[in-house]
C-alpha cells in the first residue's frame, strides 16, 4: 500500500514538474482549526481572499484540519507557515526547492521531527535517524531516498515524504484538493539581496 501511494506521488511530481512548493498539513487534537483561525496563527493581519496571485499563500479547509500550499518557498516563508505548529496539533510541512533539495518537519504537540535531502540533517555526533521524532515508524522507507556508497536511492524522497503525510494525517494531496475552493493570502515575495550585499 505504502509503495502505491509513493508512485501515485512521484507520477503527481512528474506530471505537474514543478520547481519549488511547499506544503503542509495542520490537524488539531479535538475540535477545527478553520482557515480563519490558521490565518490568526500566522500573526497576518490581512483578511483572505480568492484571487490566485503569484506570491500568495493558498489555504484549504480540508475536514478538520487547514492545508497550506506555498508555491514560491523561500526561507522567511517557512518560519511564519511553522506558526501553525504547536501544542494541541499535529502538523507536517513537506517543501522542494529549485536546487532539487526535500526538506520534511514535523511536529505532534511538543515533539519534533526533520529530514533533510540530499544531505540528511545532522548535528555533530547525531545519526540523522535520530532526528525523525515521529517519522521514526518511516525510516527504512526514507533511508532508501539517500544514495550509499553501493547504491542509488531507490525511493523518490519528496514523493516518499508525501505519502507519509497522507498515511499518518489521512489528508491526499492531489489535483482535486488543488482545485477545490480556497482562500488565498497575499504575502508580498522579499527581493533576493544583491551578492555581497
Known amino acids: 500500500m505504502f509503495d502505491d501511494i509513493v508512485a501515485r506521488y512521484h507520477n503527481m511530481l512528474d506530471y505537474l514538474g514543478l520547481d519549488t512548493f511547499a506544503y503542509t498539513v495542520t490537524v488539531p487534537d479535538s475540535g477545527v482549526l478553520s482557515v480563519e483561525d490558521a490565518v490568526?496563527?500566522?500573526?497576518?493581519?490581512?483578511?483572505?481572499?480568492?484571487?490566485?496571485?503569484?506570491?500568495?499563500?493558498?489555504?484549504?479547509?480540508?475536514?478538520p484540519g487547514v492545508v497550506t500550499l506555498d508555491w514560491v518557498n523561500?526561507?522567511?516563508?517557512?518560519?511564519?507557515?511553522?506558526?501553525?505548529?504547536?501544542?494541541?496539533?499535529?502538523?507536517?510541512?513537506?517543501?522542494?526547492?529549485?536546487?532539487?533539495?526535500?526538506?520534511?518537519?514535523?511536529?505532534?504537540?511538543?515533539?519534533?521531527?526533520?529530514?533533510?535531502h540530499p544531505e540528511p540533517a545532522?548535528?555533530?555526533?547525531?545519526?540523522?535517524?535520530?532526528?525523525?521524532?515521529?517519522?521514526?515508524?518511516?525510516?527504512?522507507?526514507?533511508?532508501?531516498?539517500?544514495?550509499?556508497?553501493?547504491?542509488?536511492?531507490?525511493?523518490?524522497?519528496?514523493?516518499?515524504?508525501?505519502?507519509?503525510v497522507e498515511l499518518e494525517s489521512g489528508v491526499r494531496l492531489d489535483e482535486d484538493l488543488m482545485h477545490k475552493p480556497h482562500s488565498a493570502l497575499p504575502i508580498p515575495i522579499q527581493p533576493l539581496a544583491p551578492a555581497g550585499a
Not at 42 to 63: F, I, S, T
Not at 130 to 144: I, R, S, Y
Open 40 to 63: 490568526r496563527r500566522l500573526h497576518l493581519d490581512q483578511p483572505p481572499n480568492e484571487p490566485h496571485r503569484r506570491g500568495a499563500l493558498h489555504l484549504y479547509q480540508v475536514g
Open 74 to 116: 523561500l526561507g522567511d516563508r517557512e518560519q511564519m507557515i511553522q506558526r501553525l505548529a504547536g501544542d494541541g496539533f499535529r502538523h507536517w510541512y513537506v517543501s522542494f526547492d529549485i536546487h532539487g533539495s526535500t526538506s520534511m518537519y514535523v511536529r505532534y504537540g511538543i515533539a519534533e521531527g526533520y529530514l533533510d
Open 122 to 164: 545532522s548535528l555533530p555526533s547525531t545519526p540523522w535517524t535520530d532526528l525523525l521524532g515521529p517519522l521514526m515508524p518511516f525510516t527504512k522507507v526514507l533511508a532508501g531516498g539517500y544514495d550509499s556508497e553501493g547504491a542509488e536511492a531507490s525511493v523518490d524522497i519528496t514523493a516518499a515524504c508525501l505519502a507519509v
